[in-house]
Nanobody
């Protein structure tokens, strides 16, 4: 059965760093994305990496977030540096080709 499992969320102070992981099972990753959903707001796209390693980001995270993949581990990551309170959200992994979603991992940026 195909599934995505995220991990790595937590509580971090402003300016801190976190790296999220998303492990895929039951299928091979192709184009992968990260989304996030903050309380009271719609889910928004954050970053994408294609099977050819083309990477794109939403403007507000450019220069701070890096999406990368390890095909051998069937895993995609989101490295988040210099976190801000407005980055607080539940982060979801999305397999774009198959439209699979993970269960989400919560990131809270607060002092």
């Amino acid at each position: 059965q195909a599934r995505l499992v995220e991990s790595g969320g937590g509580l971090v102070q402003p300016g801190g760093n976190l790296t999220l992981s998303c492990v895929a099972a039951g299928f091979s990753i192709e184009t992968m994305e990260w989304y996030r959903e903050a309380p009271g707001r719609e889910r928004e796209w954050v970053a994408r990496v294609t099977s050819r390693y083309t990477r794109t980001y939403r403007d507000s995270v450019k220069g701070r977030f890096t999406i990368f993949r390890n095909n051998a581990k069937n895993t995609v990551y989101l490295q988040m540096n210099n976190l801000k309170p407005e980055d607080s959200a539940v982060y979801y992994c999305h397999a774009a080709t198959n439209n699979y979603w993970g269960q989400g991992t919560r990131v809270t940026v607060s002092s």
